[in-house]
């Protein structure tokens, strides 16, 4: 998708203008390497997008491989006029690493140092580590780190901090953010900070400020002792709304999962047409559930509380009887996103979180509005701690982009309505960046827009993106 706002971003203090190209990218490369600097028209293209969201080619790409020369990169940033996008391994959902101006994109996947402190459970990772591979590194000390969103097998560290993402362990073991013991990051101006969790926990406003604030250079993460013990459950329900109903009982009955995912039927068919796992196609929607913990009598009466608990609402319920087994139901999972991405050729990705109370009544509405709008939506997620994906699938060729975009505008206001937020873990980038005036009073957009120009006096780190413009329009 394309997307283009037809604004200019808010700049609370203007910017140099942009010199002639090839001269500063001449200049950059004698300072960085040829290798680190991308100038070919082609090059750059690649660097225009995120996983869901088309923006403007990049004037300049730049691939560093330390702090230094991220220093370096900012400083002939603010130089000669361009402003900065951070970029990891593009599969954010937001579209908050896609350029909407003429910009230097910064991509980090060259800077992937990681190292492991079993004594102190913790690992230094520098921003391009794919996610995935910390706990692998960890798992020879008998340490894991439990933040998984569903990419964690291509996204990258710096991405998961920037959007503070979640996934399927976030109920129990919490999300990125939690795990955080101290950050490094490069300011607007080239300078370099170290963060802990002291007084004001700047750390905490960093994760998740969409590369608004500052450039994350390094983090030093938490690390937990492996569980010894994990069973799993699938439970096919016949109504959409029954599997939320079972999800607010088993917790209130004093389950904790570690993992309690949903997932509808059009996600179910997709996956089956995708991977041919066996799943059963004529279900409204499974949940799949994890138990865990060092007890194998704990773990077991956790998981028949959300056995008896799906039941009870009407849930046929098979429990993994392998490892194997078990690591095939969660295949399903992982594969859902990629699976509906061939069910029509467009897709935009919603990421409310709503209490659980709520839950019944939020994935009964959202169904309805499909029907109402006559498109396509299909819903998964986190369902433990109230985090939905529910994604709009079109064709651009059939379906007004308009109407996508109100239906998309009608599940946030569903959210909100039922005390919800617009985002759990995709962060709020320019797809929702203008629905934020109504997710937000006046008076908290202002004291945001505060922080930003204290941290960004120039608006040069990503512009345009999680805070609308003053007085603009929603879609």
């Known amino acids: 998708m394309t997307l283009n706002p037809g604004k200019k971003p808010l700049k609370p203090s203007p910017r140099p203008s942009y010199t002639e190209p090839a001269q500063t990218a001449q200049e950059l490369q004698a300072r960085l390497g040829r290798e680190k600097v991308l100038l070919e028209?082609?090059?750059?293209?690649?660097?225009?997008?995120?996983?869901i969201a088309m923006g403007v080619t990049p004037a300049l790409v730049v691939l560093p491989t330390c702090t230094t020369d991220v220093v370096e990169v900012v400083r002939f940033a603010d130089r000669v006029g361009l402003s900065i996008v951070a970029r990891g391994a593009a599969s954010g959902l937001s579209g908050g690493a896609v350029p909407i101006e003429e910009s230097l994109v910064i991509s980090f996947t060259r800077m992937t140092g990681l190292q492991i402190d079993p004594q102190?459970?913790?690992?230094?990772?520098?921003?391009?580590?794919?996610?995935?591979?910390?706990?692998?590194?960890?798992?020879?000390?008998?340490?894991?780190?439990?933040?998984?969103?569903?990419?964690?097998?291509?996204?990258?560290?710096?991405?998961?901090?920037?959007?503070?993402?979640?996934?399927?362990?976030c109920f129990k073991k919490g999300v990125t953010g939690d795990y955080v013991v101290e950050l490094e990051f490069v300011d607007f101006a080239g300078e370099v900070h170290r963060l802990g969790r002291e007084a004001y926990d700047l750390v905490g406003l960093l994760v998740g400020s969409e590369g608004t604030l500052g450039l994350i250079t390094e983090a030093r993460l938490r690390?937990?002792?492996?569980?010894?013990?994990?069973?799993?459950?699938?439970?096919?329900?016949?109504?959409?709304?029954?599997?939320?109903?079972?999800?607010?009982?088993?917790?209130?009955?004093?389950?904790?999962?570690?993992?309690?995912?949903f997932v509808d039927n059009g996600c179910i068919n997709a996956v089956e047409d995708y991977l041919r796992l066996g799943l059963p196609r004529q279900a409204a929607a499974i949940l799949l559930v994890d138990t865990d913990g060092d007890d194998p009598l704990v773990v077991e009466e956790e998981l028949n509380w959300v056995a008896e608990a799906c039941r009870k609402h009407g849930a046929s319920v098979r429990v993994a009887q392998s490892a194997l087994e078990s690591e095939a139901l969660w295949k399903a999972r992982r594969s859902v996103s990629p699976a509906i991405g061939a069910i029509k050729p467009k897709r935009l990705n919603e990421?409310?979180?709503?209490?659980?109370?709520?839950?019944?009544?939020?994935?009964?509405a959202i169904e309805a509005l499909g029907?109402?709008?006559?498109?396509?939506?299909?819903?998964?997620?986190?369902?433990?701690?109230?985090?939905?994906?529910?994604?709009?699938?079109?064709?651009?060729?059939?379906?007004?982009?308009?109407k996508v975009w109100e239906l998309l505008h009608e599940i946030a206001r569903v959210a909100l309505r039922h005390g919800g937020v617009l985002s759990g873990e995709h962060g709020i980038g320019l797809m929702k960046r203008d629905f934020m005036s109504e997710a937000v009073d006046p008076e908290t957009l202002e004291a945001l827009r505060r922080v930003k120009a204290a941290f960004d006096p120039h608006n040069r780190l990503n512009p345009g993106k999680v805070l609308p413009e003053v007085n603009s329009p929603t879609h």
């Not at 994990?230 to 607010?248: D, H, N, Y």
């Open 41 to 51: 028209l082609a090059q750059r293209r690649n660097y225009s997008y995120d996983g």
């Open 120 to 169: 102190a459970r913790t690992a230094t990772a520098q921003p391009g580590v794919v996610t995935q591979q910390i706990s692998e590194l960890a798992r020879p000390h008998g340490l894991w780190y439990p933040p998984d969103p569903a990419s964690l097998r291509t996204s990258t560290i710096g991405g998961n901090l920037a959007e503070n993402a979640g996934g399927p362990m």
């Open 223 to 261: 690390l937990e002792p492996i569980p010894r013990y994990t069973r799993t459950l699938m439970a096919i329900f016949e109504e959409v709304g029954q599997a939320a109903e079972a999800v607010s009982e088993a917790i209130a009955a004093g389950a904790v999962p570690s993992k309690l995912e």
């Open 351 to 364: 990421d409310i979180a709503v209490p659980r109370s709520s839950l019944p009544a939020v994935v009964r």
């Open 371 to 402: 029907r109402q709008y006559g498109l396509q939506v299909v819903q998964f997620g986190h369902i433990g701690d109230g985090n939905l994906h529910p994604n709009v699938l079109y064709d651009p060729r059939v379906d007004a982009e308009e």
